[in-house]
């Protein structure tokens, strides 16, 4: 089992930066593959980024160019660093693992990012 803990979300001005992280326990974090979604009030869980145990990343269009993924896995944590924040941003960010071997599934409990003038 893996226990993900998010933190650093909070409130920030458009065009503001911030980032986000999750540390993990209980298994081995090199074998997940990490990724961090978002979910806005009424709104369906999208995703935002994603990371493999290799380092391959992937984002949705809407963050491309301005988020950036990464993990350290000496660490067991996994970052987002977000820039030129806007108010479509605003969201409770979670922090996922997958194991590349089956398909065990964790989720965080989230961290809320909310981009407000």
């Known amino acids: 089992q893996v226990q993900l803990v998010e933190s650093g979300g909070g409130l920030v001005q458009p065009g503001e930066s911030l980032s986000v992280s999750c540390a993990a326990s209980?298994?081995?974090?090199?074998?997940?593959?990490m990724g961090w979604y978002r979910q806005a009030p009424g709104k369906e869980r999208e995703l935002v980024a994603t990371?493999?145990?290799?380092?391959?990343?992937n984002y949705a269009d809407s963050v491309k160019g301005r988020f950036t993924i990464s993990r350290d896995n000496a660490k067991n944590t996994v970052a987002l660093q977000m820039n030129s924040l806007k108010p479509a941003d605003t969201a409770v960010y979670y922090c996922n693992a997958r194991s590349i071997y089956g398909d065990e599934n964790y989720w965080g409990q989230g961290t809320q990012v909310t981009v407000s003038a």
């Open positions: 990371i493999s145990n290799g380092g391959t990343t």
């Open positions: 209980g298994r081995t974090f090199s074998i997940y593959r």
